[in-house]
C-alpha cells in the first residue's frame, strides 16, 4: 500500500482572480480509504473534479497510476495531455456525485451499461451482465428495468455507484454522495460505501460532511482549508486530538464523532 496512485505536486487551480487550490501536494496511496474535511469553498470538490478531467489546472503536475493526468511525455518533455490521452486516464477513475446524475430517460440498466459499451468497447450482453453483478452489490437487482424517476433518491445514488463501478475503475471518487438525500436515505448510501472500503484493492477518495462515517471508513483524514492541506492523519488522531487550531474550530461545528 506504499506507491502513491495519486499524486499532486504543487498544483495551482484559479477561478479568475480566486486561488482555488494554492500549491496543493496531496498523495494517496494505492487501496487507500482518505476521506477529505473542511470548509465550504476550500477546494474539496475541485480536488475530485481536476482528477475526472472536469476542470483544468493552471500550474503543478498531477500523477494517477504513474502516468501524468494533464500532461503527456513527448520526447522526454512534458507536454499538455491530448483529449486520447485524457480519455485513457479517465479510465482509472469513477465519480459519484452528490447529484446522482442519471440520465433520466433511460432504465437504470441502460444507465450502467451506456459506458462500458461506448467507451470500453464491451457487448451488450457483457455489459448487462456486469449491470447485473453490480445492481446486485448495491442491493438493486430487482430495479433494472425502472426509470431513475421511479426510484427514491438513495436508490439512484446506489445506481449511480453501480454505474461508476461497471468501469471497474482502480479509484472512485466520491462528492458528498449524501448530501442531497433525505436523511432517512442516507443510511443505505452509506451502507454500500462502507461495503466498497472493504475492498482492499480499490482506492477511494471521498469528500464528505458525515464525519462519523469518515471515521469509521478513512485510513486517513485530510482536513481543507483555503485550497492547502492543513493537518492529516488517521481519523482517530484528526477527530479525536486535532493538532492545529483551524482543524479544531472546523470541527467544533459538528458533533463529536464517536
Ligand atoms: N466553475 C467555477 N467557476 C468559478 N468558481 C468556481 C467554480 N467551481 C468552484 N468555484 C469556486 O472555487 C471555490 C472552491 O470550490 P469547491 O467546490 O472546490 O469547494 P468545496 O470545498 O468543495 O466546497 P463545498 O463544501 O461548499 O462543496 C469556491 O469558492 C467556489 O465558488
Same mark, same amino acid.
Given at each position: 500500500?506504499?506507491?502513491?496512485i495519486i499524486k499532486?505536486?504543487?498544483?495551482?487551480?484559479?477561478?479568475?482572480?480566486?486561488?482555488?487550490?494554492?500549491?496543493?501536494?496531496?498523495?494517496v +496511496?494505492k487501496?487507500?480509504?482518505?476521506?477529505?474535511?473542511? @470548509?465550504?469553498?476550500?477546494?474539496?470538490?475541485?480536488?475530485?473534479?481536476?482528477l475526472m478531467t472536469?476542470?483544468?489546472?493552471? &500550474?503543478?503536475?498531477i500523477h494517477v497510476a504513474g502516468k501524468p493526468l494533464?500532461?503527456?511525455?513527448? &520526447? #522526454?518533455?512534458?507536454?499538455?495531455?491530448?483529449? /486520447?490521452h485524457l480519455r485513457e486516464m479517465r479510465k482509472e477513475m469513477g465519480m459519484?456525485?452528490?447529484?446522482?446524475?442519471? %440520465?433520466?430517460?433511460?432504465?437504470?440498466?441502460?444507465?450502467?451499461?451506456?459506458?462500458?459499451?461506448?467507451v470500453l468497447?464491451?457487448?451488450?450482453?457483457?455489459?448487462?451482465?456486469?449491470?447485473?453483478?453490480?445492481? &446486485?452489490?448495491?442491493?438493486?437487482? &430487482?430495479?433494472?428495468?425502472?426509470?431513475?424517476?421511479?426510484?427514491?433518491?438513495?436508490?439512484?445514488? +446506489?445506481?449511480?455507484? /453501480?454505474?461508476a463501478?461497471?468501469m471497474k475503475p482502480n479509484i472512485m471518487l466520491?462528492?458528498?454522495?449524501?448530501?442531497?438525500?433525505?436523511?432517512?436515505?442516507?443510511?443505505?448510501?452509506?451502507?454500500?460505501?462502507?461495503?466498497?472500503?472493504?475492498?482492499?484493492?480499490l482506492t477511494?477518495l471521498?469528500?464528505?460532511?458525515?464525519?462519523? %462515517?469518515?471515521?469509521?471508513?478513512? #485510513?486517513?483524514?485530510?482536513? %481543507?482549508?483555503?485550497?492547502?492541506?492543513?493537518?492529516?492523519? @488517521?481519523?482517530?488522531?484528526?477527530?479525536?486530538? @486535532?493538532?492545529?487550531?483551524?482543524?479544531?474550530? %472546523?470541527?467544533?461545528?459538528?458533533?463529536? @464523532? #464517536?
Amino acid at each position: 500500500m506504499n506507491e502513491p496512485i495519486i499524486k499532486f505536486e504543487k498544483v495551482i487551480k484559479r477561478f479568475g482572480e480566486v486561488t482555488v487550490l494554492d500549491e496543493l501536494d496531496f498523495n494517496v +496511496r494505492k487501496g487507500e480509504k482518505v476521506t477529505i474535511i473542511g @470548509p465550504s469553498g476550500s477546494g474539496k470538490s475541485t480536488v475530485l473534479r481536476i482528477l475526472m478531467t472536469l476542470e483544468t489546472i493552471n &500550474d503543478g503536475v498531477i500523477h494517477v497510476a504513474g502516468k501524468p493526468l494533464w500532461h503527456q511525455y513527448k &520526447d #522526454d518533455q512534458l507536454v499538455p495531455a491530448s483529449e /486520447a490521452h485524457l480519455r485513457e486516464m479517465r479510465k482509472e477513475m469513477g465519480m459519484v456525485f452528490q447529484q446522482f446524475n442519471l %440520465f433520466p430517460h433511460m432504465t437504470v440498466r441502460r444507465n450502467i451499461t451506456e459506458a462500458p459499451v461506448h467507451v470500453l468497447g464491451l457487448s451488450k450482453e457483457k455489459a448487462n451482465q456486469r449491470a447485473e453483478e453490480y445492481l &446486485d452489490l448495491v442491493g438493486l437487482a &430487482d430495479q433494472a428495468d425502472k426509470f431513475p424517476s421511479q426510484l427514491s433518491g438513495g436508490q439512484q445514488q +446506489r445506481v449511480a455507484i /453501480a454505474r461508476a463501478l461497471a468501469m471497474k475503475p482502480n479509484i472512485m471518487l466520491f462528492d458528498e454522495p449524501t448530501s442531497a438525500l433525505d436523511p432517512e436515505l442516507v443510511g443505505e448510501v452509506l451502507n454500500v460505501i462502507q461495503r466498497l472500503a472493504g475492498e482492499q484493492d480499490l482506492t477511494m477518495l471521498l469528500v464528505t460532511h458525515e464525519m462519523q %462515517f469518515a471515521k469509521q471508513i478513512s #485510513d486517513r483524514v485530510c482536513f %481543507f482549508d483555503k485550497g492547502r492541506i492543513v493537518e492529516e492523519g @488517521p481519523p482517530e488522531q484528526v477527530f479525536k486530538e @486535532p493538532r492545529e487550531e483551524r482543524t479544531q474550530e %472546523f470541527l467544533k461545528g459538528f458533533i463529536n @464523532p #464517536d
